[in-house]
Every structure is written in structure tokens, then in C-alpha cells.
């Protein structure tokens, strides 16, 4: 809501610089985003000039006007003006900038020689003068609105403070000049004298015809609908320059003077009106339901299909308005229109929500009803409309008509120390009594409760809290204490928390960078990724307004979207992106059956919250990696080296161990890696359960050219919640011998497709329980070893927990691990 | 004329008198002392100390002396072998020293040079603050609250006091799964968490939840439809709103300094009742710059406060959807956006750059925000 000062101080008389009053509303709650000056920068004369001759000049490219205008005697009488607009006719008040003015801009009036002639001033548009947007022509005044030569600032509102309130949507009265004027002489503490105190002059009405009929067939969703009849209207009566620059400043054009006359009175007292042509009704007018199916056309010209539960305006043909929320094309009242149906109605804040969002259709008049407009005041409103229109356009007011239902008032009991209690400060019981009354409340004080009427225009305020905080707003909250609570003794971080934290440290450390990804993915995406048709990291939830149709799906895998996060680094010419991303992922599309339809009235049962969590996709914690280009860069000490498999299993295992667990690597295949150099990892819980963790290993070589990404880029994704719910609270100490070291080394033949993995868990269990540590130290394979064959080179401790080995001890433990090779994988002693 | 010269060739004999002994023990320490290495030293040890050097040929001498005479003059080309050795030792010892500190200093690299080898890594920046924001609650024994950020619409919404045709609803651009109305939806805020933790435990509660939550607007400088919120509620006996300010003031003395203070505005949250924004003291200028245009400052737009969250006193209705009794127990509720909070505090100028994944941005904080 946009507000003139001016406005404001007609109505409170408080005269106050605009800044002060915004600072002074903000305090209490309303959000007053800036103040503008109407105007601003406008320096020297603006007069109302008296348009006396035309003379078209038609050798321009375009139409060009020299205008003699009267400026008045003080300011040298009629001059000549050139003018390049067409809006005005001889006998027009126009706005006259004079040479030596400077207008908003900081543009410059002079006279000077154009088209031929001397132009001695300018003819201002709105635009020019900084009152609006509006280029489509020069201002032109109403008939008689001043004589030539008058200071012509004023006149159009130059000067004057505009308020720019984003009204939150607990206040729709704050969407009136009245709610913001109570809000103001509350500030200010001054009395309030309401606008709608003011009986609107008004002749009793003719009764000539009889007044058009209206009806409510839903008395739920409209408790309120009031139709006035005016006839003789003059359609073509101008609107007065005051009224226009309200409107212009609450940011509404001008139409013509019946549609702005309803505007005012909207922005005046927050009731929305609606002025439907009389001649283009038939029968009587109705709030009610629309066929289903009906196609209505709204004013905006777009043809709407409605639905039986819609809330509309009818009259016997059908549908005439989408209430509360824009009248209908067919109905709508225009340059000819004399003869006048004027709706003031009350419907229920929930239904015009819903026509608002159904429609996708934000009006004026939707935004105040979905916030609540004061249930009793649409007579009045149509009051004050016909007042206004009879006086500025004449015309003959017939009669009204008006159904209500009956009107319930809110009333809330609470006690008088409430207030405190919530605040944390003392608050006088009758400071409380005084500010409620105020706000519009009737308080009856009784036994230290507080019997509270609350005015028809809050219907916001529905329960204890509502009131604490209307008391506490208008003291201030700028009053309150600060006070420390003392909550009970903590226990810290989860142990999960704690391990989700140490992994990303842990990773960082390993010189990655943490990225975060947006977690939206869409086929293409997986076409690039290489996910098969059939693989289960499709089964995704699928968002119902992606903001992007190419990517509807939310991930099942961190290296969906840290891929391309790689991507868009090595595109940044980072050739070496060492990243990382750990966050959520989404298992499981959400069916629409699944979830319970649930009250807020009271805790879900047990059985309905379960019912909820299951309806929910599992959402993992997982951590992704990227490893694209060099490990180690290049520089005095040598050239790089690039990224390989072992560093994203090194990786793996960097993390499994942040957490306390030993990784178990073994050979997988997953379409996103390379079919030879992919890793799958487990770990062993402490009952010795194995479980699933990830992958790692060399991405595919398609999936890198699609990417864009270094050759032989390497990845890894770990299920860390998995991983953390394996990982011990408690680390076991280590025993060991302090007894001299017995080392031998054992150099291993064995087939190419054997795991040194599986050679070594061989050689472990063959050496015994001398066997301290073992070690595969060197790969090897060639000619000397043989077709289709590798060597494993081992080096082995042992010791023994008690005395010092013998060599025999030795060998023969050596031997038996040997022996377990030689039959567990086919090895033999390198020769 | 100690010994018989019966050959033709004659031989100088040595001199074993005093002064003669005395001159090949000067000579000896004057060229051990100007030997300038080891093998300097090496040749006058040859020249003064060897088999060959005049004192051991003096010292040959000793026995043609007459008996009398042998002793003293033993005694003194003992004392002056003596001499040399001590002296060809403790310059060994110096020049060993010398040859020591001499292959140091033939090892002199350039210390300057990079030493770079591996990448430096980084924590994203946001991650941080959210950990540090949380570490200021965990220290006043609050526990860190999680929630699913696929959330029921129940949660999100329902329970937090926001009905479906509320235009509360609307203020959020709601993401939907499924469809509009399957019921499930990316949570808008981390206020949803609030409610789980409302659920899963008794009062008193004094929960921080900081997380991801999603908004259906464009990317641009100042908007990013994925972003994170800190959340905090406390529920217990007697809380009021001037424990709220306490404890808006506390975070804002550790995230910000010592002195900083908050200030709360009345605004509309559908789960809190009364509500406020919360401004934060700017804690650059300390408001030293409103009014000030010789000393505008930056941070805060010369305005001396920073918008920073909303927050207020748990709606009794949000009480009432979980099982708490309002009349027993009050409660009050935060929540800021930790985008926000490190564009201001650590000079993020635009909010693409947190957003596109580029590890320069991560960098640059290291482990820490």
C-alpha cells in the first residue's frame, strides 16, 4: 500500500515529515519500506496554463503543435509553446513548466527556437513532472480546477511524501488510508476520529425504478452484499485532480470517473466496490456458484472455465464477476454508461484466496478481502461512493438494495497480566485496557480479566496471543528486557552430527573444495550420467513446478549434480576441480495417496505421524567427490601427476576412517565408471555385519567426453549415514608387543584377474597370529613374469607378544602363509 | 758432535737445546694455526708432527745423548710433542667444525620458492557459519534438530499455523512433489524441523536446526531458489519475548562482537505470536554512520541496523497441532538466513557466487568462515 502523508495528516492532522511518521509505523509493526517525494528535484515554477490557440505545424516528420497558452499576467501572459502531444483541445488547463524551471532529472527549461519557433516553456506530462509513468500525453486538468496562472504544484502533488507499506497479511485493515491513519494517531497519541463517524451527504434515494434486486445464495462465503442504483450518471464528468492524485499515488491510474470513484473509496476506507452498467443487467444480481464448466471472461480478456464451488457474481443470464477478485467483461460499465449497479459486498477471506489462487489472479480487490476487510462496513463504502459520484458526476440515486447474514462479533476473555507475562516486563493493567481500546478494542476490566470485543475490522485478532501482541507493539518492543533463559544441561553434538562435521574437515584437508549443488536433475542429465533405463537411481520424486522442465527430478546421488558442478569449474578454467558435496538424497518417488490428510487442531496420533514418515521418500545423507585433473601440479620439484582410482578409493577411505572403520575395497561395476577401475565399498560394523557404503573408481570415459571433464577424472559417493550408523561410539585400545620385529618379504606370482585384496586376506590367514602387519609394496607385471600374469610383492612383520622369534618361528609362519596363498589364489614364489 | 761421522755423507744433527726445541714448537703451532682446512692441516702435520718433521728427527737424537743428558732433553721434546698434538687436535676440532658448517652452507636453497605440492582443500563457507551459529547454542546446552527437507505439507504448513488458503501460503513460492496437492513438499523454511522436535521430545526443549530449504525464485544477485536458514526454539515454563531478545542479543555478541545488540520489529509469522523481525546492530559502524554522509557506511547502507530474521513467541495454535499445553508451557522461535548473514558478515556481494560450485569461492575460507 502506497500512502500520501498529506492523506494521512487530513485524516489524524498530524503534521508530521513523512520519514517520522514511517519511523514511527514501523515501531509498531507496519512495514514501511521507504518514503518517496513526489516530485523530487522539481525546482522553480510550475503554473496552470489556459490553452488559447493550436496552430498544427504538418511539415514534421512527426505532428507538432505551437500552442498559445496563458500563463497568467505575474508570469507574462500568453506565450507560445511548442508541443509535441495531441491529448488537448483549445480551453484545456495544462501544467506549464516556465524557462529557467528544472525538471525531476535534473533537465532544464529555456526558451529557445524549435520547429521554426520560439518555444517559450513546456506543456509537462506526468512523466516529466515525476508524478508517474504516464507518457501518453501532457497532463490535463479538469475544467476549472484553477485559474491560469496558478502555482500548479499543489494542484498535481508535487511535494508530496509518499509511504511505501508492504502490509503483511495479518493487517489487511492497513490497506486503507483509514486503518494507517488509526495506526498513526495511535503512534502519535492523538484521538482518532474515524472517517466513518462522517454520515456521507447523500439525497434519499428517488425510488423512481425500482433499484436493482440482489441476493445471496451462499450466506457462508458472502454474509454481505449491498447494490446501490444510480441513473442520469454523466459518464463523460472528469475525475477531480485531487482524487486523481491519490490514486496515482497509492499507484492506480485513472480510468474514468465511476471506476475511480469506487478505487477512492477503496483506498479510503479498504472496502473494495464494483460498478457494474445497469443496462447490461438482467434480473437480479446474486453472489452465488456458476455452472460447472461455465467459460466467464474477465476484465483482463482472458476466458476462465469455472467450477460449481467458485464464488461469483450472477445475474439471471450468469456469470458477471469473479467475486472479489475482477468483475467480468460483459458487465462492465464504460465510456457511455449512465445508468449504474454498484456492488458492495463482505466475502469470506478463505474463498477469495481461493479464486485468487486458482486463477492465478492477484487484484486490489482479492488482496483485501484474502486479508480480511471489516465485515461491516460495505454500506457505508456504497455511501460514500454515491456521495462522490453524485457530486462529481451528477446523476440520480435510485434506491439500494442489501441482503446480510447475521454478524457474529469476536469476543476474547484474557487476563490483565497476560501481557506480562508474555512480554517479560511489567505492564500496567490499565495500560493494557487503554492501548486495546485504541486499537478499536471494547474492554470490560473485570476481576483482573479483561473481556475483549474486537472491532469488526481485525478479523486477524481471533485469539489470547493476538491481543498480547497488539498491547505489546504499541509499547514497543524496543522497550523490552534482554534476559539470558537458562536451559537445562546440554549434551552437545550427536554423535552423528560430530562425525558428519570431522568427514567434511577431513576432506577439505585432503585438499578438497566443498561445493554446493542445487539438487535437480532431469533426463538429459542421466543420459550424459549413463544411468540405464531400468537402474533404481531413477526412481526419484519429481517436483509438480520444477523451475526448469528440463530438470524436474530431485537426485538419488550427490555425482548427478556434482558432476556438473565439475563441469562448470572446468569450464571456469579450473582444469584441476578437486570438489566435494555432502548433503541429501532422495530415494523414491512421493505417490499423492500416501500421505494423511491431518488437523492442526490437535498431535497427530502415533499411528497417523507413522503413516506421515513412511509416505516420505528416504532421504540418505550422502558425501560425493569429484577428482578431475592433477593430484600433485607441476613445479620445481617435478612434473604433476594426474588423479588416479587409487586416490578416489584413498579417498573412501579417508572418510570411513574419520568415522572409525576400516574400509573393505572390492571390484564392482557400475555403468557411471569405467568397467575395469571401479571400486565397491563396505565396512564391518562392530557385531562384524558388512555393510554397502559407495563406489569409486575412474569414471567412464564416455561420461568424462560428455563432461568435458580432465582424462581419467575420478569420483566416489558414500552413503554416510550408513557409514555413520557402523561406526563405533567407543574406539577398543590397541595391544601390542614391544618384542623385537621379525620382517620378511614374499614375492607373489599370481594370475592378472586375481585381487591383491583376496592374496593378502590369504596370506593373513596362513601366517597366524605372529603375523603383526602385512603390506603389498610392489605390483609387477612383464614379460618376465609371464602372460596374463602379475607379481605381488609382500612385506610381513611378525612378532610375538612374549619373546623374542626364532628364525624358525619365522620361516615356518612364513611358510604358512605361503602355502595359504599357493592353495587360496593359485600363487607361486616368484622365482 | 753427538754422533760418530763415519760416513762420507755428512748429516746435520738436530739442535736439542732449548731454544732449538723451542723454534720447531713455535714454527710447528704457527702453521697448524694458519692451516686454513683439513688438508692444510694434513700436510703440517706431515711437516711438524711426522716421522720426518725435525722434532722426531730431533727426537732420534735422544739416544746418542750421554745419560745425564738424555732425561732432560727427553723431557723436553715430550713436552713439545705434547704441545703439537694438543694444538694439531683442538685445530682438527675447529677446522672439522668449519668443514661442517662450510657443507651447510653449500646446501642453501632458495626458501622462497612455492612449496605447493598438493592442493589446498576448504569447507564450504556456509557449512561453517551454520556450525559456528549452531556452536553458540550447543554451548548454552541447546542440541541441533534435523528434519527431512522432502517434507509433509503438514509439517511445513498445517502445523505451523499456516491454513491452505491462507495467503501466508502464497508468501512462500512453494516447490511441490508429485503434484499441488500430493501433500509433500521441499520444506520453504527450517521451521518445519520445529515441529519434529516438538514431536519427539518433551518440554523443556531448546532445539537450533540449521538446514537447506527451497523457494521456487530465479537465481539472481540477491535470490537463489535453494538456501539455508538457522532455526532456533526453546519451549519451557515462563519463557517470554524478553528471553527471545536475550538470546537474539547473545548470537549476535558471538557472531559478531562484543557489544552488538539486535532490535526486534513487529511483523506476522503465522507460527509465532506476537512476531518481530530482528535487525542487527551494524556491527561495522555501530550506527556511527547514520545521518553521516562523510562516513557512509557499506555494510549497513548507513541505515546503523541490518535486516537479519524473523522470530517471535511460539503461537499457542503451533503448541496445540503438537500435543504441548499452551497454558503450561510458552515458547519462542527464530530463524535467519545464513546466506544472508555471510553476505553481510564476510562481504559476499553476489549470491551466484556461493551457489555455482566454483572451489575458488571455498577456497578462500579454508575451514573456517
Sequence with gaps: MRIAASWITELTGVLAPGRDMAERLIAAGLEVEGVVVVGEGLMGDLVVGHVEDIEELREFKKPIRYCLVDVGAEHGGIRGIICGAQNFVIGDLVVVALPGTVLPGGFEISARETYGKLSNGMICSEREMGLGEDHDGILVLPKATAEAGTDAKPIVGIGDQILEIAVTPDRGYALSARGIAREVAIAYSVPFSDPIDRTPVLPAPTQTRKPAACASDDLESCDLFTLSTVVNFDPHAFTPQWMKNRLRECGMRSVSLAVDITNYVMLELGQP?????????????????????????????????????????????????????????????????????????????????????????????????????????????????????????????????????????????????????????????????????????????????????????????????????????????????????????????????????????????????????????????????????????????????PLSDEQPWLRSSILFTLIPAARRNIGRGHVTTPIFEAGSVFHGAVSTESIPVMTAEHRPTQAQWEALE??????????????????????????????????????????????????????????????????????????????????????????????????????????????????????????????????????????????????????REGAGDLLESIRLFDVYSGPQIGEGKKSLAFALRFRSPDHTLSADETTKARESALARAVIQCGAALRA | MSAPNKEFDPKQVSDLSEDSVNRMVAAALTAIGAAGDLSELKEVRLAHFGDRSPLALANREIGALPPAAKAEVGKRVGHAKAQIKDSLTSREEELELLRDQQALLQEVVDITVPTDREWTGGRHPLTTLMDAMADVFIAMGYSVAEGPELEAEWVNFDALNVPADHPARTMQDTFYVTSSDSGAVLRTQTSPIQIRAMLERDPPIYVVAPGRVYRTDELDATHTPVFHQIEGLAVDRGLTMAHLKGTLDHLAEQMFGAGIVTRLRPSYFPFTEPSAEVDLQCFVCRGSSIGNPDASCRTCGSEGWIEWGGCGMVNPRVLRAVGIDPHAYTGFAFGMGIERTLMFRNGVTDMRDMVEGDLRFTRAFGVEA
Design chain 1, 614 to 763: 513412511r509416505a516420505l521418500p528416504n532421504q540418505p545423507f550422502h558425501i560425493g567427490a569429484v577428482l578431475s585433473g592433477d593430484a600433485q601440479q607441476a613445479g620445481w620439484w617435478g612434473p604433476a601427476r594426474s588423479f588416479d582410482w587409487s586416490d578416489s578409493v584413498q579417498l573412501a577411505r579417508t572418510i570411513t576412517q574419520a568415522c572409525g572403520l576400516e574400509l573393505v575395497v572390492s571390484r564392482a561395476s557400475d555403468p557411471m565408471f569405467h568397467p575395469g577401475r571401479c571400486a565397491q565399498l563396505q565396512v564391518t560394523d562392530s557385531d562384524g555385519k558388512m555393510h554397502m557404503i559407495g563406489v569409486a573408481g575412474e569414471l567412464h570415459p564416455a561420461l568424462i567426453d560428455s563432461f568435458g571433464l580432465s582424462a581419467r577424472s575420478c569420483a566416489m559417493e558414500i552413503d554416510l549415514s550408513t557409514v555413520i550408523a557402523a561406526a563405533p561410539l567407543v574406539r577398543s585400545a590397541p595391544i601390542f608387543s614391544t618384542q623385537p620385529v621379525a620382517k620378511e618379504d614374499l614375492a607373489l606370482v599370481v594370475d592378472i584377474n586375481v585381487d591383491a585384496v583376496s592374496v593378502e586376506r590369504a596370506l
Design chain 1, 273 to 545: 466496490l464494483h460498478a457494474f452498467d445497469l443496462d447490461k443487467l438482467q434480473g437480479m444480481v446474486r453472489a452465488g456458484h456458476p455452472r460447472e464448466g461455465e467459460i466467464f471472461e474477465t476484465l483482463d480478456h482472458v476466458e476462465r472455465t469455472l467450477s460449481e464451488s467458485d464464488l461469483v457474481i450472477l445475474d439471471d443470464r450468469g456469470t458477471i464477476g469473479l467475486a472479489g477478485v475482477m468483475g467480468g467483461l460483459d458487465a462492465e460499465i464504460s465510456d457511455s454508461s449512465t445508468n449504474i449497479a454498484l456492488e458492495a459486498a463482505h466475502f469470506d477471506a478463505t474463498a477469495i484466496a481461493r479464486s485468487s489462487r486458482k486463477y492465478k489472479l492477484s487484484s486490489e480487490a482479492s488482496r483485501r478481502f484474502e486479508r480480511g476487510v471489516d465485515r461491516t462496513i460495505a454500506p457505508y463504502a456504497a455511501a460514500r461512493a454515491l456521495e462522490l459520484m453524485l457530486e462529481c458526476g451528477g446523476g440520480e440515486y435510485v434506491g439500494m438494495n442489501a441482503v446480510e447474514a447475521p454478524m457474529q462479533v469476536t469476543v476474547i476473555t484474557i487476563s490483565d497480566q497476560l501481557p506480562s507475562r508474555i512480554a517479560g516486563m511489567e505492564i500496567p493493567a490499565q495500560q493494557v485496557v487503554d492501548l486495546l481500546t485504541a486499537v478499536g478494542c471494547r474492554v470490560i476490566h473485570e476481576d483482573g480479566q479483561l473481556e475483549v470485543a474486537v472491532p469488526s475490522w481485525r478479523p486477524d485478532i481471533t485469539d489470547q496471543a493476538d491481543l498480547v501482541e497488539e498491547v505489546v507493539r504499541l509499547i514497543g518492543y524496543s522497550n523490552l528486557p534482554s534476559t539470558l533463559p537458562v536451559a537445562p544441561a546440554g549434551r552437545g553434538l550427536t554423535h552423528a552430527q560430530k562425525l558428519r562435521r570431522r568427514v567434511g574437515t577431513a576432506l577439505a584437508h585432503a585438499g578438497l573444495s566443498e561445493v554446493l549443488s542445487y539438487p535437480f536433475v532431469g533426463p538429459l542429465d542421466l543420459t550424459a550420467l549413463r544411468i540405464p533405463a531400468h537402474d533404481s537411481r531413477r526412481d526419484m520424486p519429481t517436483l509438480a513446478n
